[in-house]
Structures are given as structure tokens and as C-alpha cells.
């Protein structure tokens, strides 16, 4: 089993210097090895519709990949001196970050889906580092003791967990603090097996912007809104922050882009953190109302089917703002990772009619957006839009047709749909 645990640090200022010194050499690393596959995909790739019969093929270069990079590092210390004051292994963790990276942009990850071009990181975009190994009893009292950095303050609210084994840390850079994050593993847990999806054993949900989401019993989260409660007072900092002098033009005697030397006056760099604590409270806000609403579902011991939702695509659209507030995609992740270490699934169905479709009788019932009671005339069944697609959903889960799952079993012979499981590998 793996998890993780994140704690509050408090360094000293001479550490704050250093760890921040580490963060803008590891920046400037990652944007030259970056910059070395850049050059190699560009000067040795060639289109084969695009070549003449007859042409003349340079010679290929190496292929700067993960070893050699790596290799590499012994001549960054010997021309930057100051690379030396760096652990080893987080330098050879900056190369495997621009290898995931890349990788992830030509071939995809795990499941296949490729992401965008990696992109350089400027400054202050750069935000950790990580120890791939930490002794055991790295932390003693109120002290945890970092490689070549010494002994750092945290403020451990909670123990570590019995049995566990430290894996990696890693320092990140917060707009309020810096943070520490171990990841723990314990090999002896063996992993749960979960029991089949069934009427019995499942909860079907269904997420809108009314209601956070409605169960199949017709219990409905109502939605908190954070980021539109915060609306006010985030316009009141902006428009403080766009009267703040920018950056000045470059003159002669100006110091090149990229010091960090030249990016305004200290009132607009306080106008900038205070943006980013409010913006970071949001966040928070409703990254605690998702664990805590994830964790009042499992708490029934049952599995949780939900709609597999275009989440992108619906972003897109006139509700972007009530989309991206109510933070979907992070609540299934949480969810997903959740109900694995409880045992249980988190099925994603089809969401195809799921809001159409009567749950008494299956007949299709018509409704546009504005629409949000279901009634029926067929069987006469009335209840709200959404309690009637979240008892959809559930039936889809387990595999059942509507009249199959009302407990029937001489109505249909057969069943209508098979269920699609979905539940996402905890990191």
C-alpha cells in the first residue's frame, strides 16, 4: 500500500535562502536538458512523404535520453560550481522529470493519453525538489533531517503511520509556507479485493451545478461555491495589483530577462503573493469539502457509480466558471483513490440518457436544460431530474434493466447494458 503525508515546514531564513537557490539551479538544469531533446527531435527527425528520392542523410546524433543526461551531470558540476552544493540524487531527479515529460508528449503514459508539448520553466514556475531516498528515522521530534540542508522545523500533526517505510520527500514551494511530502509504503498490506457491483452494495450519484451531487436515495450535497463567494474580494486584489508598476522596459544597463531582477516594484511583488494566498484559500476550501464528501459516501460501505463526464469539454462551454468552482475532475480522483483503499469501486457508466430515461418503466422522457422535474407518462413516475439519473446510473452500474432492477425477475429475461468499471491506481 502507498500514501502520503504532507507537513507544514518551518526553515530558518539561511535555509529559506538555500532551498530557494536549489529551486532556480534545478529550473535552469531542467530547461537545458529540456532544451538538448528539443535540438535532438528537431535536427534528426524527417518526414518520409516530404524526402526526395535521392538526398543526402547526415549522420544521427545521440539520443540524449535518461543515462546519459544523467552521465552529464558530472560536466555541469565541473563548469558550475555551484551545482555542487547540490544533493546528487535530486540533480538526477530534475533529468527523470524531463524524461516523464517528454515521454508523456510522444508516447503517452500508462493508459495512453499523450500530453501537451512540455513547455521551459520560467521563474518561479520551478516550485520542488525531491530526495529519492530518506533514512528511516529522518524525522526526530520536531525536526526532519534533509540532505545537505540540515535539520528543518515541520510541525507534524499527525504521527506517521505503524509499519510504514519512507520512500521518497519532497520539498514544495507554496505561496504561504514551504511543505514537506513523504511517501509511505507498506508492503505487507495486501491490496482489497472488492465484491461485485450489485443493488445492494452500490450508490449511484449524480453531479450538476444545482446540487453538488444526489444520490439515488434523493440525499443531495448542496454546492458550496467557494470561488464565487471569493469573487469580490479576488476582483478588489486584481485591480489593486494591475495599479502596481510593471516591468520596465530594457534599456542598456538593464539586467537580460530571466534574473528575476526586472519584474517591478516591490509593492506589485506584494500585490502578487496576496493574490496568490487568496486564490490559494479557494483551493483549499474545496479540496477539503471533496475529501470530506468523498469520505461521508464510502463511510456506507458501498460502491459509487458515477457518470463518466466530458469534464474538458463541458469546461468549454457558458458554464466554464460553475464547472471549473465545483472542481469535478478532482473530486472523482479522490474519490477513486479513496474508495481503492476501502475496498470498493468507483464505477464510471455511460451518461448517455441517464437524465432522459424514466428509472420506473426506461420509456424515454424528453427534457431540455431548464427542465428539472421528471415525470413520466407512462408509469406516472414523478421525481426531481437529478434523483432520476442517479438511480440511472445505479442501474447501469450493476448491469440490471430498469425492470429487472425494480425486483421483478419473470419482466425481463435479459439485460441491457453491462457496466464499464473504472477505478483509478492510487500514486
Sequence with gaps: MRTAYQYRLRPTPSQITQMGEWLDLLRKQYNYRLGERFRWYEENRCDINACPLICYLPELKDNPDYYSQKRDLVNSKALFPEYKAIQ???LQDCVARVKKTFERWLSGDCNGKKSGKPRFKGVGRYRSFTFPQMKQDCIT?????????????????????DGFKIKTATITQKVDDWYLVLSLEDASIPALTPDAPEMENTIGIDMGLKSFLVTDTGEDVEIPQHYRKSEKRLKRLQRSLSRKKKRPALKEGFPPQGTGKERGSNR??????RVSKAHLRVSNQRKDF?????Q?????????????????GLARTRMAKSIHDAGWNQFLQILSIKAERAGLLAIAVNPNGTSQN??????????EIQDRWHSCPSCGCEL???????????HRAVGHSVLKAQATPDAIAGVTEKPTLYCTQSA
Design 384 to 394: 426531481d431530474r437529478d434523483h432520476n439519473a442517479a438511480i440511472n446510473i445505479k
Design 88 to 90: 546528487s540524487q535530486v
Design 296 to 312: 461521508k459516501l464510502l463511510q456506507q460501505g458501498k460502491h459509487v457509480a458515477h457518470e463518466k463526464l466530458n469534464i474538458k
Design 290 to 294: 471533496h475529501y470530506k464528501t468523498a
Design 358 to 367: 424514466c428509472s420506473g418503466c426506461g420509456a424515454k422522457v424528453p427534457k
Design 268 to 273: 506589485r511583488k506584494k500585490a502578487v503573493k
Design 141 to 161: 521530534g520536531k525536526f526532519v533531517n534533509l540532505p545537505m540542508i540540515g535539520k528543518v522545523k515541520l510541525i507534524q500533526h499527525r504521527p506517521l503511520p
